[in-house]
């Protein structure tokens, strides 16, 4: 007796552990599916969870249900064999689908509104046209934004054929993607390598923007512009810096406080040590400057994030991927460290100066920036078309040759800011991922899972022949839970942590690769 007593005990404590256990749910890889697909996972619609792909010409939604089995698949027949770029704008029960395409030199804006059955509803609407573009060119010239809390949708185009002026073309649009307003905004420029970018849109449709102005044996000076919703404001403030070098400026919008937040890493010498971070803090009512600060690292704090006896080079490796804000005014600047090795030569985050790693003028999305938020992505490694998809889509060789290149992505450091731009915390979550295969970057780096517990940063391991997805977890009140594990049975798969997206307060789609095809696991978390 005592012995069935015990086996329903032990029967019933492995039940409870799979019921609160993490999950993850593999679909199969359609026969349709070609090996140079390009993918973008939409979210969580009508109760499937939707996946836009494009074999060839053939351009599709694929519908798939909690046990991740394809349910359906409509042809976007709607769509002209050549697009652009495609964007999407979800919501619970439709989405929208905004594409450009060119006709002869007329570049095409269009959007077209697709039910929750996956079908098009309507006919696709021409919401803006732009001439005189070189046939072939294949330039994106509109582009999407969308503010945090989905209600404001905002098309622009950016017209810099006049030197000494810069004119931004914009529309803006409510939730259902009605016309709200349009506007024609000139801005005068500094000078002819005067450059706009991190485009953000925040709750109340006003655009924000970097002005980068090429000097002459200096750093681009920066200003923060600021395009009021209806057009009729231009202000733009000087981020005053006469002596550090800063090394891609993260524009972050905090729609609870009204504030935009700009970060940098920075060093005081060319090519010298990260030093610190820079910080410059924006009142968006008052349209004044709240704070400007540069916080050096202690070494204390440079421990924290590495291994390294030097604690001079602790952040040389790090690069910010984001910055979320908390209810209070602080923030969290969130970066990873990452490098290349090759066979031809070893280059720094330095030898992308100036403007730092990532600066790239043609960079609009602030939270999604198209060539990712690696170094190498700015020599031209790493690149994909459309800024999705599959490996294949980059271009490995650049213009150095044509090296071997190996990629590596570390740990993950938490550094922990108050409103006044006071360092409260560091945090690092510890992870070692090396790229096995040359000139391939698809299988490092992290995603994350954000909800009212915290946000969930999720990795791939592989170590000793098992292979797992890592959970840490940062509270919302600072505290860092490491180490859960979602042990992954079937050892055929890459996984690419990297381009995992979130469809649920819990839950999350990450693709995989088998046979150079592409296949999507749903992980819940519990």
């Not at 749910?25 to 140079?36: F, G, L, M, V, Y």
């Not at 070893?346 to 060539?371: E, H, K």
């Not at 290149?405 to 108050?418: M, P, R």
């Amino acid at each position: 007796m005592q012995r069935l007593f015990f086996s329903l005990l032990v029967t019933l404590f492995a039940s409870m552990q799979i019921g609160f256990s993490q999950t993850y749910i593999a679909s199969t890889i359609e026969k349709t599916d070609k090996e140079n697909m390009q993918y973008e996972v939409l979210g969580k619609i009508a109760n499937h969870y939707w996946i836009y792909k494009k074999n060839g010409q053939v351009s599709t939604i694929a519908q798939y249900n909690d046990q991740m089995q394809l349910v359906k698949q409509n042809d976007l027949s709607f769509l002209p064999a050549k697009v652009q770029s495609i964007e999407f704008i979800t919501y619970a029960d439709k989405a929208y689908a905004f594409y450009q395409f060119q006709v002869n030199k007329t570049m095409v804006a269009a959007v077209a509104t697709i039910n929750g059955d996956g079908i098009l509803q309507g006919a696709p609407v021409i919401i803006d046209t732009a001439e005189n573009i070189r046939p072939g060119s294949n330039v994106k010239v509109f582009n999407l934004l969308q503010s945090d809390d989905r209600q404001k949708i905002l098309i622009f185009s950016v017209n810099t054929s006049n030197p000494a002026s810069i004119k931004i073309k914009t529309t803006s649009f409510n939730q259902q993607f009605e016309t709200i307003a349009e506007a024609l905004i000139s801005i005068s420029a500094v000078n002819k390598k005067s450059n706009l970018s991190d485009f953000a849109l925040d709750n109340n449709g006003n655009l924000f923007c970097l002005r980068n102005a090429t000097q002459k044996d200096a750093a681009p000076a920066v200003s923060l512009l600021y395009l009021s919703a209806d057009g009729k404001e231009v202000v733009e403030s000087a981020i005053i810096n006469n002596q550090l070098l800063l090394d891609d400026i993260r524009l972050k919008i905090d729609n609870k406080t009204g504030r935009i937040i700009l970060n940098s890493f920075y060093a005081s010498t060319k090519k010298g040590n990260v030093e610190g971070l820079f910080t410059y803090v924006w009142d968006i009512n008052t349209q004044h400057e709240l704070l400007t600060s540069a916080n050096r690292f202690t070494d204390a704090t440079r421990a924290v994030v590495t291994k390294k006896r030097n604690l001079k080079s602790a952040f040389d490796s790090y690069y910010i991927d984001r910055v979320n804000t908390q209810a209070d005014g602080s923030f969290v600047v969130v970066a990873e460290s990452a490098a290349t090795y090759s066979n031809r030569s070893a280059f720094s985050r330095w030898d992308y100066y100036w403007g730092g790693a990532f600066y790239n003028p043609y960079m609009f999305n602030y939270w999604n920036r198209p060539f990712g938020f690696y170094p190498w992505a700015r020599a031209g490694w790493g690149m994909r078309g459309w800024g999705w998809g599959m490996g294949m889509w980059m271009n490995p060789y650049a213009s150095f040759g044509y090296p071997s290149v190996t990629y590596n992505a570390n740990e993950i450091a938490l550094l922990s800011y108050d409103i006044k731009g006071n360092l409260q915390w560091a945090k690092t979550i510890d992870k070692a991922q090396a790229q096995s295969d040359v000139n391939v970057d698809d299988f490092i780096g992290y995603g994350s899972i954000e909800n009212e517990t915290g946000a969930h940063f999720i990795y791939y391991q592989k170590q000793k022949g098992q292979r797992q997805f890592i959970v840490n977890n940062l509270t919302t009140n600072g505290q860092l839970n490491s180490g859960t594990a979602i042990t992954i049975t079937d050892k055929r798969y890459e996984w690419m942590p990297r381009s995992l997206k979130q469809v649920g307060a819990n839950e999350a789609i990450v693709p995989y690769q088998y046979n150079n095809k592409i296949g999507f696991a749903k992980i819940q978390l519990k």
